[in-house]
């Protein structure tokens, strides 16, 4: 099985900037594309941003300019570079990975970090 750590999150004022990590570890699947998403209080789940195992991204249009994905396959590691945050921005951030061949979306989840936004 493949398990996802998070770190990185933590309070910060607005426009401020933050780094969240997602380390990947374990064997037996490969690790395809890559997400980050949040959630909010009495929100539902949103997913921020996506990278593929070739380094193609996709983002949500509320991150879009601000956000970016990264990954260093030889890390195992994915990245959400946030800058210019917002109290909107306030959430648990997750990351999740879609494993193996037949390519299982959202397989594996990490336990989440929490991003304060403060104004």
């Known amino acids: 099985q493949v398990q996802l750590v998070e770190s990185g999150g933590g309070l910060v004022q607005a426009g401020g900037s933050l780094r969240l990590s997602c380390a990947a570890s374990?064997?037996?699947?490969?690790?395809?594309?890559m997400h980050w998403l949040r959630q909010a209080p009495g929100k539902q789940r949103e997913l921020v941003a996506t990278?593929?195992?070739?380094?193609?991204?996709n983002y949500a249009d509320s991150v879009k300019g601000r956000f970016t994905i990264s990954r260093d396959n030889a890390k195992n590691t994915m990245y959400l570079q946030m800058n210019s945050l917002k109290p909107e921005d306030t959430a648990v951030y997750y990351c999740?990975?879609?494993?193996?061949?037949?390519?299982?979306?959202?397989?594996?989840w990490g336990q989440g970090t929490q991003v304060t936004v403060s104004s």
């Open positions: 999740a990975a879609d494993l193996g061949t037949e390519n299982r979306v959202f397989a594996s």
């Open positions: 374990g064997t037996g699947f490969s690790i395809n594309a």
């Open positions: 990278i593929t195992s070739g380094g193609s991204t």
